[in-house]
């Protein structure tokens, strides 16, 4: 089953380094959590509106792009992020908070709405030490994210999405939550999954910055347990469709290394709340993406909530594409035993699964190539899982093989490309 997913059968998401979907803009490094799959360490510390502007202007001067992805830490924990959010709806884009909800109130919400929010992404999974909700698992949780759903829906005009980690040992509940959110289509967007990921100190490797070997453990995302760190977008996908056997994915992107890595792999699906009647194909996507990008010089990304209840219009092109005929046929016979779910919306909803780095044997590291979450360090654009390093040892880290690391002498490290080079992110 791993092996279903051919990507030459998929639509290759365009997103590149200068013209993507998002820019990530990082206000603060401060959390109210302890996430276990973290990439950031938790410090008190904020950016001032000056330099967030500032990182406004680096993106504006590389990069082209729909909405921006405010994170941290947890964006809700920077004093001025109702100004954020109004500062990015002026630059004119689209402002999305991704946050772990805990210090979300409705009085909040309605402020940042207020201020030209677009959407949230709520990160919530069973390993974040989350006050009143320790060990509960997925299922348990879903709890607190239709609260959270509820609340955006209450106040509404809001996208709704969801991320979780994805560890080995919460790999069989995946299929619960593409269920979850599938039976709440109606104010739920999406859902993304990640597979977790970490610098091990398991032996296996050496690491060096510019040529001198280092020590990784300062980093928050270096594990010194043995933990499994190789769950792939295809297996996530393959857990689904044990359940769900019509769930197809349609768009990809892939890594700098492997040209068959399936880095972000999108699913979209047509449906009413508790039935999903298809789901779009690689051509669907394809005229989304390139349809926005030709009328408005970008590639979408968070699409009113509004827009996406009105996905009836979207069945009738089953005849011209072969990932919605299904859904077509599946809505008529749907309608005949229920004629007066005619009045009812017909929902659109996204599932992704995030692969992040991948070390391959030889030390090579396999990015996300055209990722969208990248992010500004001194007037630069750098990958966000990984700008870690460069606050530690500043610059990336290297990977060596154990049994090559003696043989590997200490060099110059090569100039560092700035922002606008030919350097492939």
Known sequence: MTEALDHRALYRLPWSFSDNIIAWLEPTAKCNLACDGCYRENVNAHKSLEEVSEDLDVFARWRKFDG???????PLMHPDIVEIVRMVARRGHKPVLNT???????????????????????????????????????????????????LVAKVGGLACAFNS?????????????????????DIIHTMVFITYRAAMMDGSFDYYQAGQKIDPKPLAYASPTQRRIDLSSRQVVARIQARFPDFAPSAYLGGTERPNSLKWLLTGRVGVPGRIFGYSGPRFMEAV??????????????????????????????????????????????????????????????????????????GRQ????????????????????????????????????????????????????????????
Not at 68 to 74: K, Q, T
Request: a negative charge; one cysteine or more; charged letters at 25%.
């Open 68 to 74: 921006v992805s405010i994170a941290g830490g947890d």
């Open 100 to 150: 772990n909800g805990h210090a979300l109130t409705e009085s909040l919400l309605r402020e940042l709405k207020a201020a030209g929010l677009v959407g949230f992404t709520f990160h919530v999974d069973s390993k974040q030490g989350r006050p009143g909700w320790k060990d509960k698992t997925e299922l348990e949780l879903n709890a607190l994210r239709l609260w959270l759903a509820e």
């Open 165 to 185: 980690t994805v560890y080995e040992d919460t790999l069989d509940q995946v299929p619960d939550l593409v269920q979850f959110a599938q039976d709440h289509i």
């Open 289 to 362: 993406q390139t349809g926005h990008h030709l009328l408005t010089g970008r590639y979408v990304a968070y699409t009113h909530p509004g827009l996406l209840a009105r996905s009836r219009w979207l069945l009738p092109l089953g005849a011209l594409e072969s990932g919605l005929r299904g859904a077509l046929g599946s809505y008529v016979r749907h309608l005949t035993s229920k004629p007066f779910d005619v009045r009812q919306p017909v929902h659109f909803q996204s599932i992704m699964v995030i692969q992040p780095i991948d070390v391959l044997p030889d």
């Open 366 to 425: 396999d990015m996300c190539d055209g990722c969208p979450d990248v992010t500004v360090h001194e007037g630069e654009l750098v990958w966000s899982c990984r700008l870690e390093e460069r606050l530690k040892f500043g610059g990336l880290i290297e990977t060596v093989p154990k049994e090559s690391g003696e043989a590997h002498r200490a060099r110059p490290a090569p100039p560092r490309p700035k922002p606008g080079s030919a350097q492939r992110h």
